[in-house]
């Protein structure tokens, strides 16, 4: 994490748009929050009573909640964009001047290749944990602490359910995100290895012509890209089981509230408007789970390339 601090200072100009795109995040997740409060309102009164002007004004304010959370969305896409790309301008901008700076014997330290991936691809992944990482690395804690708040206002029994799902949500992510680690720093490795073959290639050309040495340099190329391919095999195949984790724990809550609720219902203890709004908050959570374990995949990702 050091080194992402060390890298905010290139944010400049751009820290203001940062913080504005967070504070849209902010409002966007209210706004999204409001609609099942508004929906249970509207199946347990407006339907019940069969008031049609009161579901027409619950429709309403739902769709206004919903467009309001559209306009903040774009907002913040249009702050987030110029920040995290601006950004990478800028850190681009200091490794390059930076190595203007050194002297003959630091720059043999490093290999042509390995200071192209650093304002490319180590700069490009910096970028995307920005531009898609950052929402998520907002929205998904605020959703989740409200989402389980709101939760346990509408229906304490039924809110324990997380209390038994999320715990085992986030045991499972961690060992994940514990195997990974380490697998992009070895991605990145193996990049900078194809990146040096490439350029190697190329600035030799005509010696390699010259002295009929096509059939070595293919070979050694087919080398390295296999062992790229494997590597970047094996990161994703582990970072990818986040996903059926997921599900497993969602789908499974979900099947616990529904049968606790149909349960509450029968009894005459819960609304139906109640529990419907109850299963969005749930949806609401798990997707904010979700969120946290692939901005904590992304972060890691970067994390390598920061370094």
Known sequence: MGDLKRLARCLGPYRR????????????TVFELIIPVLMADLIDVGVAQRD??????????????????????????????????????????????????YSFANLDHFETASLVTRMTTDVTVLQNAINGGFRPMVRGPVMLVMGIGLSFWMDPELAMVFLVCAPVLAVILFFILRRVAPMYGRLQQMVDRLNNVVQEGLTAIRAVK???RGTYEEEKFQAVNTQLMETSRKTFRTAVLNLPAFQLTMYSAIVLILW???????????????LTGFLSYVL????????????????????????
């Not at 896409?77 to 601006?86: H, I, M, V």
């Not at 606790?260 to 109640?274: T, Y």
């Not at 609401?284 to 370094?307: C, D, E, G, P, Y």
Request: charged fraction near 15%.
């Open 17 to 28: 748009d940062l913080f504005l795109g967070a504070f849209l995040i902010l409002v966007e």
């Open 210 to 212: 010259a002295f009929v």
């Open 260 to 274: 606790f609720g149909g349960e509450k219902i029968l009894a005459g203890r819960l609304e139906v408007g109640d």
């Open 52 to 101: 049609v002007p009161y579901m027409l004004s619950k429709g309403v304010q739902m769709g206004l909640c919903a467009l309001l959370a559209l306009v903040t969305g774009l907002l913040y896409a249009r702050f987030a964009a110029r920040a995290a790309y601006g950004w990478g301008a800028q850190v681009r901008e200091a490794e390059y001047v930076r190595v203007q700076d």
């Open 284 to 307: 609401q959570v798990m997707n904010s789970l979700m969120l946290i374990s692939n901005v904590f995949l992304m972060l890691t990702r970067s994390l390598a390339s920061a370094h």
